[in-house]
C-alpha cells in the first residue's frame, strides 16, 4: 500500500512541480492576455464615446454658425478716445447772468485763446426797479416780467449744457424790502439761484469786464457804469501788482441810475430845466467822491481817460456815428470826444418823445430814459474833464465769464504743480 502509495505520490510531486513551473507563466499568460484586451477594449469604448460627443459639438457649432449667419450684423463698436487729463475740454460752457434794474442779459461762452468765444445771448428789458423809488418795494408786474425773461435764460442754460455759471441781481434786489423774497420766489419758478452781489463786487465786476479797452499808455481811467438803479465810478491805476489787471485804487456807487432818476424827474417830457436838474443832482453826488481822489491820488484830472459801459453811452455812440440800427461790433471799443458826446445830447433834448423813439439807436424802450442817462454822463464829464471816451459794450457779464475760467485755470496750474511734486519727491535739502 506503501509502495502504491509512494509512487503516487512521487507521481504527484512530479506532476505538480512541473505544473506548479509552468503555473505563473500559465497565469501570466492569461492574465496578459485578460489585460490586453482590456486595454483594447477600454480604448474602443473611449473612441466611440469620444466619437459620439465630437459628433455633438459639431452639430452644436454647425448650429452656433447657421444662428449667427441669420441673425443680424451689429455695427462694429466704435473706440472711444478720451481726452488727456491734463488738457482742459474746450466744449465746457461758462454762463454769466446780471439781472439789473432794467436789463436781464445772459451770456453763454466756451473759452478761446484771446479770452472767450460767446455761443449764445440773450437781452430783454424788464424794468424790474419800476416804481421801487416811491414804494420801496419791486411790483407784481414787474417780477413778473423778470421771472419771465429768467425763465427763457434758465431754459437756454439747460439746452447748451451750461457746466459753470454765476447768476447775480444788483441795484433792485439790492435796495428793494422784497428783494430776498423776490430771489426765492426766482429759485422756486425758474430753478435759477441769483446772487445778489455787493456794490464793491459790481464795481470789481465791470473793471474785469471792460479791463482789455483799457488805454495801458495812460496812468489811470475813470471807469462808470451807468445801470438803471445805480451808477458805479471806479478809479484805476494801469500799474497793477500783477502787471497783467488794473489796480483799483478807489470807487463809488451813487444811489441813482436812469430808472430812478427819470421817474424822479419825468423822461417822457424833458424840457432843458428839467434836465439841468437833473445834472446838479448828479453833480451833488458827485462831489464826495471827486474830492477824496484829489486828496488821495493829487492827480485826478490828469493823464487818463474815461471808459464808459452801460445802455446809456453804447447808445449814444450809435447816435453819433449816425447808424441805421444798431452795431455791437463798430460801436464796442470807438473812441470818441465828451464834445461829441455833449452834441448828441442837444439833439436828443430837440426831440420830443415820439422822435426819441422813432430812432433805430434808441427805440421806444430806452426813449423815457436815455436823456436821464444823458444827464448822469453829462456829471461825470464835468467833474472830469477829459478829451477821450472809449464806448464798451461789455461790463458785468464779461467780467464773470473771464473770472470764472481764470479760477478754473488757477485749479489746472494747482493740479499740474501737484503732480510735478508727485513724481518728483525732493529731500529737504533739495536733492532728489
Given amino acids: 500500500m506503501s509502495g502504491s502509495g509512494e509512487p503516487s505520490a512521487a507521481n504527484e510531486g512530479l506532476s505538480r512541480a512541473p505544473s506548479a513551473a509552468k503555473e505563473p507563466a500559465a497565469e501570466g499568460e492569461a492574465?496578459?492576455?485578460?489585460?490586453?484586451?482590456?486595454?483594447?477594449?477600454?480604448?474602443?469604448?473611449?473612441?466611440?464615446?469620444?466619437?459620439?460627443?465630437?459628433?455633438?459639438?459639431?452639430?452644436?457649432?454647425?448650429?452656433?454658425?447657421?444662428?449667427?449667419?441669420?441673425?443680424?450684423?451689429a455695427p462694429p463698436a466704435k473706440p472711444v478716445r478720451k481726452a488727456p487729463r491734463s488738457q482742459p475740454s474746450t466744449d465746457k460752457l461758462y454762463a454769466a447772468l446780471d439781472l439789473g434794474t432794467n436789463n436781464c442779459r445772459l451770456l453763454i461762452a466756451r473759452r478761446a485763446p484771446d479770452g472767450f468765444k460767446v455761443v449764445d445771448a440773450y437781452s430783454r428789458i424788464v424794468r424790474l426797479g419800476e416804481g421801487l423809488a416811491l414804494t420801496g418795494s419791486l411790483s407784481e408786474a414787474a417780477m413778473t416780467?423778470?421771472?419771465?425773461?429768467?425763465?427763457?435764460?434758465?431754459?437756454?442754460?439747460?439746452?447748451?449744457?451750461?457746466?459753470?455759471?454765476?447768476?447775480?441781481?444788483?441795484?433792485?434786489?439790492?435796495?428793494?424790502?422784497?428783494?430776498?423774497?423776490?430771489?426765492?420766489?426766482?429759485?422756486?419758478?425758474?430753478?435759477?439761484?441769483?446772487?445778489?452781489?455787493?456794490?464793491?463786487?459790481?464795481?470789481?465786476?465791470?473793471?474785469?469786464?471792460?479791463?482789455?479797452?483799457?488805454?495801458?499808455?495812460?496812468?489811470?481811467?475813470?471807469?462808470?457804469?451807468?445801470g438803471g438803479g445805480s451808477t458805479e465810478l471806479i478809479w484805476?491805476?494801469?500799474?497793477?501788482?500783477?502787471?497783467?489787471?488794473?489796480?483799483?485804487?478807489?470807487?463809488?456807487?451813487?444811489?441813482?441810475?436812469?430808472?430812478?432818476?427819470?421817474?424822479?424827474?419825468?423822461?417822457?417830457?424833458?424840457?432843458?430845466?428839467?434836465?439841468?436838474?437833473?445834472?446838479?443832482?448828479?453833480?451833488?453826488?458827485?462831489?464826495?467822491?471827486?474830492?477824496?481822489?484829489?486828496?488821495?491820488?493829487?492827480?485826478?484830472?490828469?493823464?487818463?481817460?474815461?471808459?464808459?459801459?452801460?445802455?446809456?453811452?453804447?447808445t449814444i455812440a450809435g447816435v453819433h456815428l449816425g447808424l441805421n440800427r444798431y452795431d455791437r461790433t463798430r460801436v464796442d471799443g470807438v473812441w470818441i470826444s465828451p464834445a461829441d458826446v455833449h452834441g448828441v445830447t442837444q439833439s436828443l433834448l430837440e426831440m420830443d418823445y415820439r422822435s426819441r423813439a422813432a430812432h433805430p439807436c434808441v427805440g421806444q424802450e430806452r426813449a423815457d430814459l436815455v436823456l436821464a442817462g444823458c444827464a448822469i454822463f453829462e456829471a461825470i464829464a464835468r467833474a472830469w474833464p477829459a478829451d477821450r471816451l472809449r464806448v464798451a459794450?461789455?461790463?458785468?457779464?464779461?467780467?464773470?465769464?473771464?473770472?470764472?475760467?481764470?479760477?478754473?485755470?488757477?485749479?489746472?496750474?494747482?493740479?499740474?504743480?501737484?503732480?510735478?511734486?508727485k513724481s518728483n519727491p525732493t529731500s529737504d535739502n533739495g536733492t532728489v
Fill in 31 to 73: 492574465a496578459g492576455t485578460v489585460n490586453l484586451r482590456g486595454k483594447e477594449e477600454g480604448a474602443a469604448r473611449k473612441s466611440r464615446r469620444r466619437g459620439r460627443r465630437g459628433r455633438g459639438r459639431r452639430k452644436e457649432e454647425a448650429r452656433k454658425e447657421a444662428a449667427k449667419e441669420k441673425a443680424p450684423l
Fill in 145 to 226: 416780467r423778470a421771472i419771465e425773461a429768467l425763465r427763457i435764460c434758465a431754459d437756454k442754460m439747460s439746452r447748451r449744457g451750461v457746466s459753470r455759471s454765476r447768476t447775480i441781481a444788483t441795484a433792485a434786489c439790492r435796495t428793494a424790502l422784497n428783494g430776498t423774497d423776490f430771489i426765492d420766489r426766482v429759485r422756486h419758478e425758474t430753478g435759477l439761484s441769483l446772487e445778489i452781489v455787493s456794490t464793491e463786487d459790481e464795481a470789481r465786476l465791470a473793471v474785469a469786464g471792460c479791463a482789455p479797452l483799457l488805454d495801458k499808455s495812460c496812468a489811470s481811467a475813470l471807469v462808470f457804469d451807468i
Fill in 236 to 314: 484805476v491805476r494801469m500799474d497793477g501788482p500783477d502787471g497783467r489787471h488794473p489796480a483799483i485804487a478807489d470807487w463809488i456807487s451813487l444811489p441813482c441810475g436812469v430808472v430812478t432818476l427819470a421817474e424822479r424827474h419825468g423822461g417822457v417830457e424833458v424840457p432843458r430845466e428839467v434836465y439841468t436838474r437833473m445834472v446838479d443832482e448828479v453833480s451833488g453826488q458827485l462831489d464826495p467822491f471827486l474830492e477824496r481822489l484829489k486828496t488821495s491820488t493829487g492827480k485826478a484830472s490828469s493823464g487818463f481817460h474815461l471808459l464808459g459801459t452801460s445802455g446809456t453811452v453804447t
Fill in 393 to 421: 459794450d461789455r461790463g458785468l457779464r464779461e467780467g464773470i465769464l473771464l473770472s470764472l475760467m481764470e479760477a478754473d485755470a488757477g485749479k489746472r496750474r494747482r493740479r499740474r504743480r501737484r503732480r510735478r511734486r
